[in-house]
């Protein structure tokens, strides 16, 4: 619900803070007080797009601000969380707007996009008019509002859960087809690739071992006459084991005439010799594996030379050609088992198409049964809005297999017929702008409860109307106000009679300047002013009369 409207020099308000109520609120006051002004504004807040020459004249912004109380379970909760934003009561929006026209929005006092804000405002605001009645004149909406008279909100969620797995299976088989009909096509080049890298059978990390045998073998003389000289300068003459071992035993024949002097010499020589040993061992391991046959490095250089150039071939580096060789084996493997995996992703599209058909056909037969009681509801609440000779109906035809979509199978289009004996044909061609504006009022009391929008706005919904009728409008917008907060801008005294609350709109001369202000008003001056809707400028008591009457049938 909207608590309160906060506007700082916006066109000719300058300053302006009330409060609204639950029920129907009406707002009244001559024509050119500025009571468009305050619509707009509060449409700002809600997203509405800013115009250059918003902005009162002398100065540098105007700000305008309104304040929410919401349930607990409102949708905008929803999205508030999803974008990171505050969900502490209340929920404020605000707008400031620049000269240039520019603008920034915020939530909470946080900045957000105007988008963020018109999708947070479209769930706490309906604003309708002769102009936003024109809405009925989209065919697309004329479905969601059957649905939300029948309580089929269940429904569309199965078919839309239907649709969506449906498309899934035929996107998956689609694109199964473009593969197995790419890897046919691409067969024998592909056999080709395949029996060409099993013949060369390449290994992960061949190329480096390679790279260093071609450079142990390409430096085999130096290598041989640096292990030979090594190992004759430890084996030439008397051997350096027999040397240590000879000094060990010395120093082991004394050591315990030394007073522990020599303690720990007998095992480093010991040690010494055991390493001694094994760098032996080691050389002449080297050099038995220096003794390689010349052509081992031609054969080298030939496989390495042979990896490198099947990987510029392939567009890959040589350790990728055995993944290569794999992935390509992988290919061919699905033309033998592509078949059967076509067929059991068709086979699955059959049977998301059947659950999709079998879900959009109940969805049909549930809109079949609710069309006829919706059109009796709009017609009863038609009659008293002087379209009692109308005939109101819902259209329900099947769309071509190529526009299923998740909301059905099928079209609700609504259709008037304002002249009897004529057949009803669509809103936009029949219905006027005022005829629209009633059928909208009536259209919202019959969903009346149904929606998530706490707060409707009616922009003179009454207007060129008057009598009968305008009492029914009034009728009809209290009846409203009983489930919900309305708004109400109206010229009407018997809508403004109807009222729980009244608000009058007057432009106030203060010299150098015009203003609007807004008065709350009390059982008197509301009686006044009715009165002065009745009678023009001079209020009589003829007039003050008929006020009484109007707002005692408006208790």
């Given at each position: 619900m909207l608590r309160s409207l906060s506007i700082r020099d916006i066109v000719l308000i300058d300053r302006?803070?009330?409060?609204?109520?639950?029920?129907?609120?009406?707002?009244t006051g001559e024509t050119g007080a500025g009571k468009s002004i305050l619509l707009d504004a509060l449409g700002l807040t809600l997203g509405a797009r800013a115009v250059t020459g918003m902005v009162r004249h002398g100065a540098r912004q105007a700000v305008v601000g309104a304040e929410f109380d919401i349930a607990r379970n409102h949708p905008a909760r929803r999205l508030l969380a999803e974008h990171g934003l505050g969900t502490e009561d209340p929920l404020i929006l605000r707008r400031v707007i620049s000269g240039d026209g520019g603008s920034r929005a915020f939530v909470n006092d946080q900045p957000v996009s105007a988008a963020l804000l018109r999708e947070i405002g479209a769930t706490l605001v309906e604003i309708q008019?002769?102009?936003?009645?024109r809405e009925l004149l989209n065919p697309g909406m004329h479905a969601p509002l059957l649905d939300a008279f029948g309580g089929l909100e269940g429904n569309l969620d199965t078919v839309g859960s239907a649709h969506r797995g449906w498309v899934k299976a035929v996107e998956a088989e689609a694109e199964a087809e473009a593969a197995l009909e790419g890897a046919r096509r691409d067969e024998q080049y592909l056999r080709h690739n395949l029996a060409e890298l099993e013949a060369l059978a390449p290994e992960p990390g061949e190329a480096a071992r390679l790279a260093e045998d071609r450079a142990f073998l390409r430096n085999g003389a130096k290598l041989a006459e640096a292990v030979d000289v090594a190992y004759q300068e430890l084996t030439a003459g008397r051997s350096i084991e027999a040397a240590l071992g000879a000094a060990r035993r010395a120093i082991d024949g004394e050591a315990n005439n030394?007073?522990?002097r020599l303690d720990g010499i007998s095992d480093f020589l010991a040690s010494a010799a055991i390493e001694t040993a094994e760098a032996v061992a080691k050389l002449e391991s080297v050099m038995a594996e220096l003794d390689f046959d010349p052509r081992r490095l031609e054969e080298v250089e030939e496989r390495l030379f042979a990896l490198q150039a099947a990987a510029r071939k392939?567009?890959?580096?040589v350790d990728s050609l055995a993944r290569l060789g794999d992935d390509i084996a992988a290919k061919l493997s699905e033309l033998d088992t592509g078949a059967d995996n076509l067929a059991r992703l068709a086979r699955g599209r059959r049977e998301t198409r059947k659950i999709y058909l079998d879900a959009a056909k109940h969805l049909r037969r549930?809109?079949?049964?609710?069309?006829?009681?919706f059109d009796r509801a709009v017609a009863a609440e038609l009659a008293p809005l002087k379209l009692k000779r109308a005939l109101f109906r819902t259209r329900i035809e099947p769309l071509a297999e190529a526009d299923w979509r998740a909301a059905g199978t099928e079209r609700a289009t609504f259709e008037i017929s304002t002249i009897p004996d004529t057949p009803p044909g669509p809103?936009?061609?029949?219905?006027?702008?005022?005829?629209?504006a009633r059928i909208m009022l009536a259209l919202k009391v019959v969903l009346s409860g149904r929606g998530s929008?706490?707060?409707?706005?009616?922009?003179e919904v009454d207007s060129g109307i008057g009598g009968a009728v305008a009492a029914a409008v009034g009728e009809r917008l209290a009846r409203l106000g009983s489930d919900m907060q309305v708004l109400v801008v109206t010229h009407s005294?018997?809508?403004?009679?109807?009222?729980?609350?009244?608000?009058?709109?007057?432009?106030?001369?203060?010299?150098?300047?015009?203003?609007?202000?807004?008065?709350?008003?009390?059982?008197?001056?509301?009686?006044?002013?009715?009165?002065r809707m009745l009678a023009g400028a001079k209020v009589t008591d003829e007039a003050r009369a008929a006020a009484d009457r109007l707002l005692a049938a408006g208790r």
């Open positions: 302006l803070d009330f409060s609204f109520r639950k029920g129907l609120c009406v707002l008019g002769q102009h936003a009645s030394a007073g522990g392939y567009d890959t580096d549930r809109r079949m049964e609710t069309a006829p009681v809103l936009a061609r029949i219905a006027s702008g005022g005829e629209l929008v706490p707060t409707l706005v009616f922009d005294p018997q809508v403004a009679a109807r009222g729980a609350h009244h608000w009058r709109v007057l432009k106030r001369d203060e010299g150098a300047r015009l203003v609007t202000q807004v008065d709350e008003l009390d059982a008197t001056d509301r009686r006044e002013e009715i009165a």
